[in-house]
Every structure is written in structure tokens, then in C-alpha cells.
């Protein structure tokens, strides 16, 4: 018994050590390389889109930025990779990607069975339906006998089926790869309703010929938490991931945004102290240097900055906070604290 316990004690080790090297293997990679590679999607306003210049704007393509600005200190350094639905996961785990940000909900077999770990929930989500004004439907529950179209590889496809079946309604379902595929057959008529997760539906709505002849209806079907993730056992990596999201959390509820961060490097609050990098070496913990939340907030911003700009009341995709608030405003969003 001794011997088996001193064996599997030794196998420990080695697992551990090798998941070690495997994790900083990630960020030293990434800092030989001189840029974060990040997949996102390929065309989704607010989100993650890009212009005709090809330069990259959205919520996500924000995390992204942020991920550059607490390695690198420059949140430039980033090359943008457009994946679909279907070969997002492919893309990371083949280390195509360094990490996915790119509305990804966080399931228990992506968690456990493919190989990756979420970081975090940078946005809560509700799949959703939208239809033409035309068709008169006011509810989810009159859509017995509709076409449904909707994107394959994603867990769309099978909250649809969940759905209809417990409302006992039949339907038909047209599914493509891509989600440009998708908006295009609903915007040519080829189906009566698109569904997606809603913020994806009020992103794709403005891409629409008439965007105003097309209404999203009240339901919400399912939990959608989506957050950015990396590969599993990438820790030292995915930390930083998951730290550069939480500090612009704590900083929007600790009032320091792009324009007051240097004026609250004098502050007498000992978060924004240890924030700021004015005490402690939180930085040293994941490997970086102790201005990186510094860089995160002055490059990129806080979360209600990036929500903001990208997809909030005063843009095209026009959407509240919600659940997305943060906890003192009712909301679910809540970060750890730095210490």
C-alpha cells in the first residue's frame, strides 16, 4: 500500500509540474511572440466587429485589449482571429488562439469535456427570438409550426429543441455554419424567426435591410453565460485572462475609469492603492509587472466604459445593464477583490 501511495504521489507531482510548465509555457510564449492572439467572432456589431480598414471594435474585442495592456502595457498588440460557432474550440485547443473571447456560453461538457476553463462571465445572456412585425406574433408560445433558422455549434440548437418540446409545438429548424449565413436567410425570408442569445439579436438587427421592421419578443430561454476562456491547465495564463476582466470590474465600482486613473494614483483608499500598483506586487503573483491593472484601466477602460461605447442604451445595439449592473446596483456583475 505504501509503495502504491508513494507511486501515485509521484505521478501527482509530475501532472502538477508539467500543468506548471504547460501554463507558463502559454505567457512565455505569448511575450516571445510580442502580440496576444485572440478569437472572436467574425462579424457581431457591439461586440466584436471590424471596419472597413479591418480595424477590430466590440465588448469582446475590448477583453482582448485588455489582456494585451496588462502584458504588454500597449493594448495594440493584439491579432484578431474571426472563428464561427463550430471551430472556435478547434482554434484553441490547437493553440491557434492564445484565448477565445467571443460570446461563448460557459456549459458544464465544455467545461469538463473539451478541455478548457472559463475565466469568468463578462456578460449574462438569455437566448431569445426575432421576428418580423409582419408576422404578428407577439409571444414565443404562437410560434407552433414556425421555420426556425439558427446557427450550428452552439447550444442554440438544442434550447430550441427544449423549448418546443416542452411548449408541445412543432417546428422546423434551418441551421448554417456561419451566423451571417443564418441572418441572411432570415432577412431574405427563408424562415420566420431567428433565434440567438438575445444581446447576438440586437447586435444582428442592425445589420438587417430594415431594422426596424423586426421586433424581438419577450421570452428568455435559457441562462447564457458568456465569459472568455482558455485552455485547461493553462493557470498562470488563464489568471491573467481572468484578472484583466476583474480589474475593470473593480475598478468601475471603485470610480476609476481611463480619465481619472492617473489622479487616483494619490488616492488614500488602500483597494485603489493596491489596484493602482502604489502597494503590494499584485502584479508579481501572475507573472507581470505591478502597473498592469494601470495599463488595463488607461488603455482600455473600466467594465462600464467598454458596456458603454460598445453596446450600451446610447448605441445602435441599445442595451440596458440589466443583470449585467453591477452587484451595488443590482446587478450580478461582482469581482474578487485585489489583496
Known amino acids: 500500500m505504501k509503495k502504491i501511495s508513494v507511486i501515485a504521489a509521484g505521478a501527482a507531482l509530475i501532472a502538477f509540474v508539467a500543468g506548471e510548465a504547460q501554463a507558463q509555457a ?16 467574425q462579424s457581431l456589431p457591439g461586440f466584436a466587429n471590424p471596419d472597413a480598414q479591418g480595424n477590430w471594435a466590440g465588448f469582446d474585442v475590448d477583453m482582448c485589449r485588455a489582456v494585451a495592456a496588462a502584458v504588454f502595457g500597449d493594448a495594440k498588440r493584439v491579432k484578431f482571429v474571426p472563428t ?11 493553440g491557434e488562439v492564445d484565448f477565445l473571447a467571443r460570446n461563448t456560453t460557459w456549459t458544464m461538457s465544455r467545461d469538463t469535456q473539451l478541455g478548457f476553463d472559463f475565466v469568468g462571465i463578462n456578460f449574462y445572456d438569455g437566448q431569445g427570438f426575432m421576428v418580423t412585425k409582419k408576422l404578428g406574433v407577439k ?43 443564418v441572418l441572411a436567410a432570415y432577412d431574405s425570408g427563408r424562415c420566420d424567426v431567428f433565434t440567438t442569445d438575445r444581446s447576438g439579436l440586437a ?23 458568456l465569459g472568455p476562456l482558455v485552455r485547461h491547465g493553462d493557470n498562470n ?13 473593480n475598478a468601475e465600482e471603485l470610480g476609476v475609469d481611463s480619465k481619472n486613473v492617473d489622479e487616483m494614483k494619490k488616492s488614500a483608499n488602500p483597494e485603489i492603492k493596491r489596484m493602482l500598483g502604489i502597494e503590494g506586487d499584485f502584479g508579481k503573483m501572475v ?34 445593464r440589466g443583470v449585467n449592473a453591477l452587484w451595488t446596483k443590482g446587478g450580478l456583475q461582482y469581482a474578487p477583490p485585489i489583496r
Not at 241 to 248: Q, T, Y
Open 237 to 249: 495564463w488563464g489568471d491573467i485572462v481572468r484578472w484583466a476582466f476583474f480589474v475593470m470590474l
Open 84 to 94: 464561427t460557432a463550430k471551430e472556435r474550440f478547434t482554434a484553441l485547443q490547437s
Open 139 to 181: 409571444s414565443a408560445l404562437e410560434l407552433k409550426g414556425a421555420t426556425v433558422c439558427t446557427q450550428t455549434g452552439t447550444t442554440t440548437e438544442q434550447n430550441l429543441a427544449d423549448f418546443f418540446r416542452a411548449n408541445k409545438m412543432e417546428y422546423k429548424v434551418v441551421a448554417f455554419e456561419k451566423n451571417d449565413e
Open 287 to 320: 507573472g507581470l509587472d505591478n502597473n498592469w491593472a494601470y495599463n488595463v484601466i488607461k488603455l482600455v477602460g473600466n467594465y462600464a466604459e467598454s458596456y458603454d461605447r460598445n453596446v450600451g442604451p446610447n448605441t445602435p445595439i441599445a442595451l440596458s
Open 203 to 225: 447586435a444582428d438587427r442592425t445589420k438587417l435591410k430594415n431594422p426596424n421592421d423586426h421586433v424581438i419578443l419577450p421570452e428568455v430561454i435559457s441562462k447564457e453565460p
Open 26 to 41: 502559454t505567457l512565455d510564449a505569448v511575450k516571445k511572440r510580442g502580440q496576444v492572439i485572440c478569437g472572436v467572432s
